[in-house]
């Protein structure tokens, strides 16, 4: 029995639906609403925390033989795990597409994860399927699919790119190779299959390619222009050379919004050779899937020809994670990981029962995020808090280019701004990259700002990725004034060099 547990032996005061059990609920939720509340007001962006200072701080025994009361367990908390994450509604902080979760999506949380339904069947759902479908919906529209399309709601990018690059090898397999993956498993000819994307594509297309048994190897990247955009021209040699050496090209992947330049692929372009080599063409906007809400949707032309697309709603879209989607063109396609079992979605069953869908069974109803959103906000809403972090980076760029000490490494092509410190003392090439990397690491430790960290062109480069709509261009110059503090300290720390 835990200390709320009553001493009379009932369980009330640990669920919903007695009188004791919503004080309970009333009480905890305020407790842990006021800590949220101190954790992202009063904080730095982080507290430069180690993991082993963190280890010290957390109480010895994580399954005490007896428990204490909830409220203490709360507050102690948000003492010693709150107070060191990272602050991610902190205007200086700037490092990942990692958004401060909007207020709308916050209360669509409480009322989703307090239901607690489940999108497998309907009959653990009742309405919360429904709005999925209305939220998929909407979205098809957004990219303006085909009637023929649908799509499912998923924990993210990383789920939407396996999903559809699963669907793409069962539906090669199936017409060209004549064999059924779900039940045969791959036929002989998988050593054979390849996935085309751009060279600088997410890492899930290859984590995808492992997981469907055809290994990173089968992934061919494709050069990129000088924008980081998959070469057209490189894309369509590929194709000839892995056709003339009997290989078997079966999906080309562009990304709309790579992470760190925001490269956007020529999605017409890309469209067009999948559609004469006969390969599934799955678009990872992730990213970038946010311009569709905004006056700069033409960058994405061409998306409503793909087979799949993958959008995350807890990157540009302000939604707390996980949240994303797959659609599909075409819905007869989710035939490849449809399934039947007597309890959930029986054969004969007329209710939409989504575990058909999808790659997994239990699943939250997180789509009740992006519906409160798109209900609350509206498109132009929507579209004006991503115009917003768009027009951030522009300015941020501005800021870099402007400042002797800094080198500003590409134009923002969305929400990213690649860069570098000019230490004092002229460096060069890998002595350059040691002081980025000790110039980053020790921004992490000081907490001011949250900053990432990348290679660009083989050399490492300090990364701004915007995501906060009230990131304003002050807050932004007062990160650079971090990063100049703290490069002032690395430089005074930095060994004497050879010659
Ligand atoms: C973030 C991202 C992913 C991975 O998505 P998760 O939501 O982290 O699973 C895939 N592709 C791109 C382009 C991304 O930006």
């Known amino acids: 029995m835990t200390a709320d547990g009553g001493d009379d032996g009932s369980f009330d005061r640990l669920f919903l639906g007695s009188d004791a059990g919503e004080a309970a609920y009333r009480d905890a939720v305020s407790r842990a609403r006021k800590a949220v509340v101190e954790a992202t007001r009063t904080r730095e962006p982080f507290s430069g925390a180690a993991p082993e200072a963190v280890e010290a701080a957390l109480p010895a025994e994580t399954l005490p033989e007896s428990g204490a009361r909830l409220a203490d367990v709360i507050d102690e908390v948000s003492?010693?795990?709150?107070?060191?994450?990272?602050?991610?509604?902190h205007p200086l902080t700037a490092a990942h597409l990692h958004c401060p979760p909007s207020v709308v999506g916050l209360a669509a949380e409480v009322l989703?994860?307090?239901?607690?339904?489940?999108?497998?069947?309907?009959?653990?759902s009742g309405a919360a399927t429904v709005v999925e479908g209305r939220v998929i919906d909407a979205l098809c529209g957004l990219f303006d699919f085909p009637g023929t399309a649908d799509g499912v709601v998923t924990s993210g990018g990383t789920e939407s790119n396996f999903q559809g690059l699963l669907l793409a090898r069962d539906r090669y397999c199936a017409e060209t190779l004549d064999r059924d993956v779900q039940t045969a498993g791959l036929p002989p000819a998988a050593e054979?299959?390849?996935?085309?994307?751009?060279?600088d594509a997410h890492f899930?297309?290859?984590?995808?390619?492992?997981?469907?048994?055809?290994?990173?190897d089968a992934v061919v990247p494709v050069e990129t222009a000088v924008d980081h955009s998959m070469d057209t021209a490189a894309l369509d040699g590929a194709l000839a050379?892995?056709?003339?050496?009997?290989?078997?090209?079966?999906?080309?992947?562009?990304?709309?919004?790579?992470?760190?330049?925001g490269a956007i692929d020529d999605l017409e372009a890309a469209a067009a050779l999948a559609r004469e080599h006969d390969c599934w063409f799955h678009v990872d906007a992730a990213f970038g899937g946010a311009l569709a809400l905004t006056d700069e949707r033409d960058r994405l032309d061409g998306v409503e020809r793909a087979d799949s697309i993958a959008v995350d709603f807890h990157k540009l879209l302000f939604q707390p994670i996980g949240c994303g989607a797959l659609l599909l063109g075409d819905r007869a396609?989710?035939?490849?990981?449809?399934?039947?079992?007597?309890?959930?979605?029986?054969?004969?069953s007329a209710l939409p029962n989504l575990v058909s869908k999808s790659t997994r069974t239990t699943r939250r109803f997180d789509a009740l995020k992006p519906y409160v959103a798109f209900r609350a906000l509206g498109r132009e809403g929507l579209g004006a808090l991503v115009e917003a972090t768009l027009d951030t980076a522009e300015r941020a760029a501005g800021l870099l280019a402007d400042a002797s000490d800094f080198e500003l490494l590409a134009q923002p092509s969305?929400?990213?701004?690649?860069?570098?410190?000019?230490?004092?003392?002229?460096?060069?090439?890998?002595?350059?990259?040691?002081?980025?990397?000790?110039?980053?690491?020790?921004?992490?430790?000081?907490?001011?700002?949250?900053?990432?960290?990348?290679?660009?062109?083989?050399?490492?480069?300090?990364?701004?990725?915007?995501?906060?709509?009230?990131?304003?261009?002050?807050?932004?110059?007062?990160?650079?004034?971090?990063?100049?503090?703290?490069?002032?300290?690395?430089?005074?720390?930095?060994?004497?060099r050879n010659g």
């Open 79 to 89: 003492a010693n795990v709150l107070a060191d994450t990272v602050n991610v509604s």
């Open 192 to 199: 054979d299959l390849r996935v085309l994307c751009s060279a």
């Open 414 to 496: 969305l929400n990213t701004v690649l860069f570098r410190y000019r230490p004092h003392e002229a460096l060069l090439g890998e002595e350059l990259d040691q002081f980025t990397v000790a110039l980053r690491e020790g921004l992490f430790r000081d907490g001011r700002a949250v900053v990432a960290r990348t290679r660009v062109d083989g050399r490492d480069s300090l990364k701004l990725t915007l995501m906060n709509p009230r990131t304003t261009p002050r807050d932004v110059a007062t990160i650079l004034d971090a990063i100049r503090d703290v490069a002032a300290d690395v430089e005074a720390d930095a060994p004497p």
């Open 112 to 124: 989703l994860s307090a239901t607690n339904q489940s999108l497998d069947s309907y009959d653990q």
């Open 333 to 348: 396609e989710f035939e490849y990981v449809s399934r039947h079992d007597e309890y959930l979605n029986p054969g004969d």
């Open 241 to 261: 050379d892995l056709e003339s050496s009997g290989r078997r090209p079966f999906a080309i992947v562009a990304t709309a919004g790579t992470t760190d330049v």
């Open 204 to 216: 899930t297309t290859e984590q995808a390619a492992h997981y469907l048994g055809l290994g990173s």
